[in-house]
């Protein structure tokens, strides 16, 4: 008994928790209903415990008794397997591990081998690939384990794997085959197994065999029927959405159409459609399309898929009932039945008949009963759930997170390894658990199963065993036990009433809110355990694995069986109900860069056989639109590697030029037909890395956007500057003079400039900057600027620029001496002369000191914002970059001279004795001083009044030339020295720096383009054409032919891998593709054959093996390396 005791304690159930004994109960006598009535349930009895010999005979006996020639295959009994022979099943299976060094693939992989090997004559059915086999073969024999010591569960995950082998034929001599290939696996790799072993492997195959064997009799011919009824179905419903896109089509094109054409249309497609069918069924039975039935048909063929999964049928059920009870509160299931036959005779008229019929009574018989036990379930526990989590105090929720793991790292040692984070992250996923079970009630299905469905996945990147999910769901349900004891409970009646969520047990009635709040918190987290699980074994990859190790030779492996079609998606993208997720992303995210490198060489690689070419950037970028932000973010150094792969260069050069292919469709245009620039070439410019900007694909794109299209847009913006420039020059610069004024006419020429200057810039200016502004506070685009935050378009100089010119313009409208003078105009006699009048009363001499100095001010930004013409010429570019970092250097200077007037100045004040005894009055107080350092120190006074304070206080003038020494000898010369460090430190990146902002250039140019000019601008390009490699050898599309010197990129071999043989996409490529070719790795082969011929073939093999392995990975090259 303690031996039992303990062994259900270590290793319990995944899915155990949510099942109580009457539940187990409920659950045989409905199985029991699913089987034919002809078959009777024979319980085995355990075989009670000795010792190791004892356990041993028995198991002998009750194999006997259990499967036996004569009725292998003709019933589905449970299985009693004794706690002894269950220690032996899963200690032999431990060290079969172990022996093979602890790698689930490698395990996997010998069971998939022994399996082929002893079933030959089928070996053709096997089509999923060995790697994708393997993993599942190991999981496969684990939960087996799992569930060994529950009768009642391994009897349902045993009938769940016998649906998955129906159109296998199971017979009695292939799984006696099967069992002898696997204990002679056993035998081999672990020489000590206890005694007894072999007969409890025996006695666990033969019964999965028989069960296999028995539903394959059983339900095969009517899940078939299901299945090809359903195909036809869905076939149907496919082209009804075909028809009612095309007369979408229709409808556009040809504007009104006849209305009766319509309804004959309307009525020949309205029956293709299984709900449909289902609605009109209803109105000719003359009941309404209840809520819950919109729901149930919503997910119907998710249940019909199923149906041959009777614990995923389960699972979908439970979610189901979470949004049924929500759209309707009686629920007959009933009515459902015949409008569901009734829907299938239409669709199906030819093919109906009485076994279709019993087929598919048979489905609603099966999910109406799941229904019915999951809606009672869940109706019952929502409330008691809402009631838990109300009642729940912070103390007690302080509890739950710290015994939660306290417990689970006590029951498993080996889940500490997984949990290294800090308390704080602990704390946090304990109420993401307590979470998950309340959004389990409170929430839709569909949104919860989403985010399980993603959550699973990452679990799958950080490689959590599902053996771990079982436990873990028991210490949640123990865990929240005590807490739930302490709530007050105001019922003390002791009379026995039934249980609320199945009314098929008793209990008394002061104990029902403890028992339904515990068993509703299990069945909820059992439920997501459950989903979590799932999810986690359909996305648990090969290529998975390899990245949780980042083992590019592991990734290598994966692929192998890859078909040539798929290889690219299976490295970026895995599917999971609604969710996926890309395996290349989480090796970027998880920090495994080897294998990142290693995928996006893979994905990126050219390989041909006779029929086609296969280049995954197209994959690439359709599941990973944001591949270069991503890598631009968290692996920088992979960028080159993603350009590279964008680029094919040829092995032969013709006149020393070499022919390239620049494949720059995806970094043109965006997979996002909303967009037009790619989001790839925005990422790699707002890097801002001089170095990476100036890879060959970035500068024949950016090149190209730049001829093409940008500097036209860019020169016609900055051509409206310029006039507004010219205008307001000649206006408020040339015209400025009194007798122009005065002068009748040239005042009228002179208020027509003025009025241009604020209809054409500042008009222009306010219309663009409100609009703006506008999309700022729409897109809620805003960045950080000192302690403000401001729209993020401001960030940029020239933008920035204009604004403050645009305010400028404003202030100047405010000071105009034409608007203050218009009262005066029609005074002839005013003195002032002209229709518009420039000077009169109104006009102080304050504003005209305001309006010259905003003159000044828009001069300059004016001049600021036209030197950005000189980004057309990329030397003229150059010099601009390398001004505007020397103009900081500048700043600085002054900023410091700025102080030390300032310091100066206030010394020399201190000293009125010696100010007192100079003559001249231009020490006399701070002013004066400020203004005369102001000048000696940018050289613009005579150095005459400097001797006369020499002859007459030699004190002061010590402190003068001490000034003289400070600014101009000391900072001036530092401020040379600082240019010569700037030009040094850009000379190397100056190009860089000038692609940078001619691309930032680009990007703010084309917010102005129309989408029509961008088509028009990509189809010119012809990217859907096909480019050919060399003569005669029609490539691939969505590139642009070019060349370069054949110096600049030298490549020794041809970058597309040819293949003979077969053509066919669905085959994995041969397996010498996998070798390392790069130059390194062929001269450490070739010195290795040296050494190996030296010192003799065997001695170096243990040694430099591993180095070979390893090396392969570290330095294998690109598939470009020159």
């Not at 229709?835 to 005209?848: G, I, K, L, P, R």
């Not at 692609?995 to 917010?1007: C, N, Q, V």
């Amino acid at each position: 008994q303690a031996v039992s005791s303990w062994l259900k304690f270590s290793t319990a159930s995944i899915f155990a928790q949510d099942r109580m004994a009457n539940d187990v109960a409920m659950e045989q006598r409905e199985l029991a209903e699913m089987q034919p009535e002809n078959v009777e349930e024979v319980e085995t009895e355990s075989v009670p415990e000795s010792d190791i010999k004892n356990a041993t005979n028995a198991s002998e006996v009750v194999d006997n008794q259990s499967v036996t020639t004569s009725n292998f295959g003709e019933t589905m009994n449970v299985l009693a397997l004794s706690p002894v022979e269950v220690t032996l099943l899963r200690k032999s299976f431990d060290l079969l591990l172990a022996s093979l060094g602890n790698d689930r693939e490698a395990v996997g992989d010998a069971i998939y081998g022994s399996k082929i090997g002893a079933l030959v004559a089928i070996k053709d059915k096997f089509s999923t690939p060995r790697a994708v086999v393997s993993l599942r073969f190991f999981n496969c024999f684990r939960l087996l384990l799992e569930k060994a010591e529950d009768p009642d569960e391994l009897k349902i995950y045993v009938e769940t794997l016998a649906f998955k082998h129906l159109g296998v034929e199971i017979i009695e001599r292939r799984v006696d085959a099967v069992i002898s290939a696997f204990t002679e696996l056993l035998t081999q790799n672990v020489p000590q197994l206890p005694p007894g072993t072999c007969q409890a492997w025996q006695k666990l195959l033969g019964y999965a065999g028989s069960c296999y064997r028995f539903v394959g009799d059983t339900y095969g011919e009517r899940l078939q029927i299901i299945k090809e009824d359903w195909s036809v179905v869905q076939a149907a419903s496919g082209k009804e959405k075909d028809s009612e896109s095309e007369e979408e089509r229709e409808d556009g094109e040809d504007g009104d159409g006849d209305d009766e054409k319509d309804e004959t249309k309307k009525g020949s497609t309205e029956t293709f459609s299984f709900g449909r069918m289902c609605a009109f069924s209803n109105e000719v039975m003359g009941q309404k399309t209840e809520g819950w039935m919109v729901e149930l048909l919503s997910v119907f063929h998710i249940l019909v898929d199923m149906i041959s999964s009777p614990v995923h049928l389960q699972e979908e059920c439970d979610l189901l009932a979470i949004n049924l009870i929500v759209k309707s509160q009686n629920i007959d299931f009933e009515k459902f039945k015949p409008v569901m036959l009734a829907a299938l005779r239409s669709l199906l008229p030819k093919q109906w008949s009485t076994k279709h019929e019993t087929a598919w009574e048979w489905l609603w018989l099966t999910v109406a009963r799941n229904l019915n036990e999951s809606t009672m379930k869940v109706r019952a526990f929502k409330p008691y759930n809402a009631k838990l989590f109300s009642s729940l105090s912070e103390d007690q929720l302080n509890r739950f997170r710290v015994n939660i793991f306290t417990d689970f790292f006590a029951r498993s040692a080996a889940s500490q390894d997984l949990f290294k984070q800090s308390q704080s992250r602990l704390r946090y996923i304990a109420d993401r658990v307590l979470q998950s079970s309340y959004d389990m009630f409170n929430k839709n299905k569909d949104e919860t199963l989403d985010e399980l469905s993603a959550l699973g996945l990452r679990h799958v990147g950080y490689g959590i065993p599902i053996e771990l999910f079982g436990p873990f769901s028991e210490v949640c349900v123990e865990a929240v036990r005590p807490l739930v004891q302490e709530f007050p409970n105001k019922s003390t009646s002791t009379e026995m009433v039934w249980c609320p969520k199945d009314n098929a047990h008793q209990l008394q009635e002061k104990d029902v809110p403890e028992h339904m709040m515990i068993e509703g918190f299990r069945w909820s987290i059992s439920l997501t355990a459950r989903v979590l699980v799932r999810t986690i074994m359909d996305g648990s990859t090969a290529v998975m694995q390899a990245i949780h190790f980042d083992d590019s030779k592991r990734l290598r492996r994966a692929l192998l069986d890859a078909p040539r079609d798929q290889r690219c998606i299976w490295q970026l993208a895995v599917q999971v109900g609604s969710q996926s997720i890309s395996p290349l992303f989480w090796a970027l995210r998880s920090g495994a860069h080897t294998t990142a490198k290693a995928m996006i060489e893979d994905v990126l690689t050219i390989r041909a056989d006779r029929d086609n070419y296969y280049y995954g950037a197209d994959e690439l970028f359709k599941y990973q639109p944001n591949i270069a932000d991503n890598i631009l973010r968290e692996a920088p150094f992979l960028a080159e590697s993603l350009l590279e792969g964008l680029i094919w260069r040829s092995h032969k050069s013709q006149d020393n030029l070499r022919p390239v292919i620049y494949y720059v469709k995806h970094l043109l245009q965006d997979m996002d037909e909303e967009q037009m620039l790619s989001r790839g070439l925005i990422s790699y410019v707002r890097f801002n890395h001089p170095q990476t900007i100036m890879h060959p694909i970035l500068t024949f794109t950016l090149d190209l956007l730049w001829e093409k299209m940008a500097k036209w847009y860019f020169l016609k913006d900055r051509l409206l500057t310029v006039i507004n420039s010219i205008i307001f020059v000649t206006a408020q610069c040339l015209m400025s003079g009194i007798e122009v004024a005065q002068d009748p006419t040239a005042s009228l020429f002179l208020a027509v400039g003025r009025a241009l200057v604020y209809a054409m810039g500042f008009c222009r200016l306010l219309y663009w900057h409100v609009r703006q502004i506008i999309l700022s506070f729409v897109n809620k685009d805003f960045a950080p600027f000192s302690c403000f935050w401001v729209p993020r378009y401001l960030t940029r100089g020239s933008h920035f620029l204009s604004f403050i010119l645009m305010l400028n313009l404003l202030a100047m409208m405010t000071v105009e001496p034409m608007f203050h003078c218009l009262a005066d105009s029609s005074d002839e006699d005013s003195g002032y002369g002209g229709a518009v009048q420039f000077y009169c009363d109104a006009w102080t001499d304050e504003m005209s000191l305001a309006y010259e100095i905003f003159i000044v001010i828009g001069v300059f930004l004016y001049v600021i914002l036209i030197v950005e013409v000189g980004s057309i010429s990329v030397r003229l570019s150059e010099y601009r970059v390398l001004c505007l970092h020397a103009v900081e250097q500048v700043l600085l200077c002054f900023a410091v001279i700025t102080v030390v007037i300032l310091a100066f100045a206030f010394a020399i004040s201190g000293m009125p004795r010696e100010v007192s005894s100079v003559s001249r009055n231009e020490w006399g107080d701070v002013g004066a001083a400020l203004s005369t350092l102001l000048r000696l120190a940018f050289g613009v006074m005579d150095m005459a009044p400097i001797q006369d304070v020499a002859e007459e206080s030699s004190l002061l003038v010590i402190v003068i030339i001490l000034f003289l020494m400070v600014s101009s000898t000391f900072f001036f010369n530092l401020l040379v020295s600082q240019f010569c460090g700037v030009y040094t430190s850009l000379a190397e990146d100056i190009k860089g720096h000038a692609r940078l902002a001619r691309g930032e250039i680009i990007i703010e140019t084309f917010k102005a383009v129309k989408p029509s000019k961008w088509q028009k601008f990509m189809d010119s390009l012809n990217l859907e054409k096909r480019v050919d490699f060399e003569q005669g050898d029609i490539g691939l599309a969505g590139g642009i032919k070019d060349f370069e010197p054949a110096l600049a990129h030298p490549v020794a071999k041809d970058q597309i891998i040819r293949f003979g043989g077969n053509t066919d996409p669905s085959l994995p490529w041969p397996e010498k593709m996998e070798e390392d070719n790069s130059i390194e790795q062929t001269i450490h082969r070739t010195i290795q054959k040296s050494l190996q011929k030296m010192l003799g073939k065997g001695k170096l093999g243990s040694t430099m093996g591993a180095g070979t392995d390893g090396g392969s990975s570290s330095l294998s090259g690109s598939k470009h390396s020159e």
